[in-house]
């Protein structure tokens, strides 16, 4: 099943799995942030920017294949509104790289800027969430002052994504088995009405079996973690490096820019 | 509808996170009183219903090749009352964030407020209103369909709004807005006919569910769902004729969008004042300003050094990746990756 090992990758063990991940979240959101507000115009120091991503993809030991997999899954919207770009604006404009000199309209460089902006922001993201466990990034956010009552929600929610997936699979394959024609637009909604019905209906059922479970280990709201959390050396190293990072790419980016 | 970080600035960003992140804790202290223990694993069950309930597709009339799916905030909403609908809509925003990397991370905040915030309150009030006594069959329908519609238009159309405020709009705002409503339109009527049919089953299989929220007895009926369907497209219709008369240039600027004007220049969001306010802003606290793009010919010299170093930057990049990856590829070429205990 597809959904069932889409963060697999987080339960490896490697220096970059063992970062805290407060830390890892921290950079994250900065490195997204840095890049958006890169000008919308060059490639150039974008691409430098996957230097960093890629290196912990590549020290958390993720397969590329499964990264760009994953980026084409989720392009289909950004798609649509970077292939608009250029039919907008039809500025003629010159760009050098290297040795050669290209004749391209602004449209078309907005549409690559806004591909390539992304690209490295998914590859940031998809290094986060790839090389930390869910369970490890909800403790660090629970530290960093989220509500108690979201965290405890987002647990289960996890918890359970996949289960249901499973029973809605089933419900699907049932489905599938059984309608061996189109059956015209008023059978297939009453059709799939009542499996969403019989989807919420076993949903409600696990929760009551799952709560009655809870409430007989005494549950009463509070939800206890033995906290493994702790910033150690390493991630003094990868803060140092995500700093000095970011700051060259800063200045280098300054010069080309002026 | 899930916005990606690269259709907003950083102040837009950084402001809707910031509202989200508010309300969301406002929310959680003030649903603290009314959420016992016993219904915390019902809401997270609830989070991951929406997640299977997405799977279930079924083909859209009229429309061969597409299909339609549901998103259930108003259903959650009516089931579970709008705190605890918009906090279990907002997690599943994030997990689709942080797990399946739908949506980006800056633009949380503007994805919780359209697609948790707005549906399930605005969806959930209107339903009252519209279902107030005394019950009747078509009541239910019209405030299920109504609240369905209406809840993720709202949604639908911050999304440009909150795009044209960042000043990354290529494609004309007007143009933008019409798209995003039109689709939505479709998407909330499919959502309102799913959601009445749903309630309608858990009411004949699990009446004790709805108990509070259905005052009746519902029923699928052929005269009330061809009466719901002509209130409802006179409702609409009306509605859209008020927008229209409201907005005249927003019309005469999709009017004017034809192709066959080639001499049309489309009016940029970027020559609006809030823009410029907004873009002022930016490039105030922008990490890296934007630049003009040089293309007259006296800049020919400084273009070329320019490009040079750009070439400079991204070879020196592939060159360091290279190294990155070789160096891994030797370290690990004697130990196989483990994986520990789940």
């Not at chain 2, 739908?102 to 309150?121: R, S």
Request: proline fraction near 4%.
């Amino acid at each position: 099943m597809h959904h069932a090992y889409i963060d697999k990758f987080a339960y490896q063990d490697s220096v970059v799995h063992s970062l805290d991940a407060r830390v890892k979240f921290i950079a994250a959101v900065i490195f997204t942030a840095v890049v958006i507000s890169l000008p919308r115009t060059s490639f150039a120091i974008l691409f430098c920017y996957t230097v960093g991503p890629f290196a912990v993809l590549v020290l958390g030991r993720i397969p590329l294949k499964f990264v760009f997999k994953q980026i084409l899954l989720v392009s289909p919207f950004i798609l649509v509104f970077a292939l608009s770009c250029p039919l907008y604006d039809k500025t003629p404009v010159k760009i050098a790289f290297g040795p050669s000199v290209f004749q391209t309209t602004i449209g078309w460089m907005r549409c690559f800027a806004i591909c390539g902006k992304f690209i490295v922001t998914m590859l940031a993201l998809i290094a986060l969430v790839s090389t930390t466990r869910f369970s490890n990034l909800l403790a660090g956010l629970r530290k960093m002052g989220v509500p108690k009552l979201l965290i405890i929600q987002l647990g289960f929610l996890y918890r359970y994504i996949f289960v249901l997936i499973d029973t809605a699979q089933h419900l699907l394959r049932a489905r599938a088995g059984r309608t061996l024609r189109n059956l015209g637009p008023k059978q297939e909604m009453k059709t799939a009405s009542a499996m969403l019905g019989s989807l919420f209906i076993r949903s409600i059922g696990t929760a009551e079996r799952i709560n009655i479970a809870m409430q007989g280990r005494g549950f009463n709201g509070n939800w206890r973690t033995i906290s493994r959390l702790k910033i150690s050396n390493n991630d003094y190293i990868f803060g140092v490096f995500f700093v000095v990072f970011i700051i060259s790419l800063y200045f280098f980016a300054s010069t080309v820019l002026n | 509808m899930h916005m990606a970080n690269e259709l907003l600035s950083l102040p837009v960003a950084g402001g809707t996170l910031a509202i989200a992140g508010g309300v969301l804790g406002l929310i959680c202290r003030k649903a603290k009183q009314v959420i016992t223990s016993e219904k915390l694993a019902l809401m997270g069950i609830l989070g991951a219903f929406v997640f299977a309930a997405q799977m279930v597709n079924f083909r859209l009339p009229a429309m061969p090749g597409t299909s339609g799916h549901m998103v259930g905030a108003v259903l959650l909403a009516i089931i579970l009352g709008p705190h605890a609908a918009a906090i279990v809509m907002s997690s599943v925003i994030i997990v689709q964030c942080l797990i399946f990397q739908d949506g980006g991370l800056l633009a949380l905040g503007c994805n919780i407020i359209n697609m948790a915030f707005v549906p399930t309150y605005a969806g959930y009030y209107l339903y009252k209103i519209v279902t107030a006594k005394p019950f009747s069959n078509f009541r239910t329908y019209i405030g299920v369909m109504l609240a369905c519609l209406i809840g993720i238009e709202i949604g639908a159309v911050l999304v440009p709004v909150q795009a044209a405020l960042s000043g990354v709009l290529m494609v004309p705002f007007s143009t933008f807005l019409i798209t995003m409503i039109g689709v939505h339109f479709l998407v909330g009527t499919v959502e309102g006919i799913v959601t009445v049919t749903v309630l309608v089953y858990i009411q004949q299989v699990r009446p004790d569910i709805v108990a509070g929220n259905l005052q009746g007895k519902v029923r699928l009926s052929r005269r009330t769902a061809l009466a719901t369907f002509v209130v409802f497209t006179l409702i609409i219709g009306a509605g859209l004729s008020l927008l229209a008369s409201g907005m005249p240039d927003g019309l005469e600027w999709s009017y004017a969008e034809r192709p066959d004007q080639p001499n049309f220049e489309p009016i940029i969001s970027n020559s609006d004042s809030r823009i410029a306010a907004v873009d002022k802003l930016q490039s105030k606290y922008s990490l890296m300003p934007d630049y003009s793009i040089r293309n007259n010919d006296e800049d020919e010299k400084h273009q070329a050094s320019a490009g040079w170093t750009s070439f400079a930057g991204v070879f020196g990049s592939i060159t360091t990746m290279a190294i990155i990856w070789m160096t891994a590829w030797i370290l690990r070429r004697n130990n196989p990756p483990t994986v520990t205990a789940q």
